[in-house]
């Protein structure tokens, strides 16, 4: 067979010709990614490291992510346009075009549009408890949703969806939808309430309902916090805003109240002993601030109860604070065993009198 006769073989209506010029096409826009990859890999990132500002680096990203992307799906576009393909497939491949590079578009612009709002917009709200950090969050969602929703819709469009229709059947079945998300509303405004309050931040340690943990993250619907035993819950911002949350955070220490027991066989002297040797421990311990409190308390069914108070330094590291309270408890009992100091537990004493 010549080469001119093989190029003249058709097979599913498109010759050998055809097929090439196709694969030139594809190859030809791989090749031009290619370049433009290595170009940018080369150059164009060593200029955007000795740059202090981050537009370039944004640049980058969406050319890296999106441009590349198009000029390769460019290429697969043309390269099948060459060919014959029947018109009732060929309309299927050209929509899903376009709803792809839509997509990517689309995502360039809301990289671009993160950059503009964590760089410029945020400046407007810039503050020293970090409220610029959780209102760029919740302002960077909203603008990438409504991004979302306009690249939806110029996307339905293309198969022939009327957009306006659709918009009018919301507006008729509006409160049935306000009804179906009226917890997410809910929680929405109250993320918002939040942010405008601004009772904690991301950072912050919390505890509300018993449970205590650090803020990692305030959403649209939940704020996430990650508790001290290692474990993230997801708590409804409707809750929260109508809890009460203390914040740990805004406190100089963390309060610990102890109680120890002293056996009924104790004489006062012993007693005073007791809370002298807890004074002593309290005033000597770096990690404490010096408004501690030691007093016999009261009388208890099987113990003479001393109460303690003292508040450790650092309140927002948990790990911290449970090594100090380690640390004053066994030297408690250290110093109470030296001074022949008996702790008393749960006991009753049984007097039966004999009958005569």
């Known amino acids: 067979m010549s080469y001119q006769t093989f190029l003249q073989y058709s097979y599913f209506g498109n010759t050998m010709k055809h097929y090439l010029i196709a694969i030139a096409i594809f190859v030809a826009s791989l090749v031009g990614a290619l370049i433009l990859k290595i170009i940018i890999e080369r150059a164009f990132r060593k200029f955007a490291k000795n740059t202090k500002t981050k537009l370039d680096d944004t ?28 018109e009732n497939i060929w309309i299927y491949i050209k929509k899903g075009t376009q709803v792809i590079f839509i997509i990517k578009v689309f995502q360039g612009i809301t990289l671009l549009s993160d950059f503009l709002i964590e760089t410029y917009i945020a400046k407007l709200f810039r503050g020293k408890d970090g409220f610029d950090v959780q209102l760029t969050r919740l302002l960077t969602r909203i603008v990438n949703i409504a991004l979302w929703v306009i690249g939806a819709s110029m996307a339905l469009n293309i198969f022939g969806y009327d957009i306006g229709a659709i918009v009018a059947g919301l507006g008729i079945g509006g409160l049935a939808i ?6 997410t509303l809910g929680n929405f405004f109250s993320s918002i309430s939040i942010i405008a309050d601004k009772p904690y931040k991301v950072g912050d340690v919390i505890k509300f309902n018993e449970n205590e943990g650090i803020i990692k993250d305030i959403g649209m619907r939940t704020t996430r916090i990650e508790t001290f035993f290692g474990t993230v819950i997801s708590v409804p911002n409707s809750e929260l805003a109508k809890a009460i949350v203390e914040n740990m955070s805004k406190r100089q220490s963390r309060r610990d109240d102890g109680a120890i027991g002293l056996v009924y066989d104790s004489t006062s002297e012993q007693i005073k002993k007791a809370i002298s040797i807890i004074k002593n421990i309290l005033k000597e311990e770096k990690n404490l601030t010096q408004d501690f409190r030691v007093f016999f308390t009261e009388y208890d069914p099987s113990s003479l109860r001393i109460e303690y108070t003292y508040y450790v330094k650092n309140p927002t590291d948990f790990n911290f604070f449970l090594k100090t309270k380690n640390k004053i408890n066994l030297t ?24 005569e």
């Open 59 to 86: 640049i980058l990203k969406i050319i890296q992510k999106v441009v590349i992307f198009i000029i390769v799906l460019g290429g697969i576009y043309f390269a099948l346009k060459s060919l014959t393909i029947p």
């Open 178 to 183: 306000a009804l179906a998300a009226q917890d």
């Open 332 to 355: 408690i009992k250290e110093e109470f065993d030296k001074a022949g100091l008996e702790m008393a537990f749960p006991t009753q004493t049984l007097y039966v009198k004999k009958e």
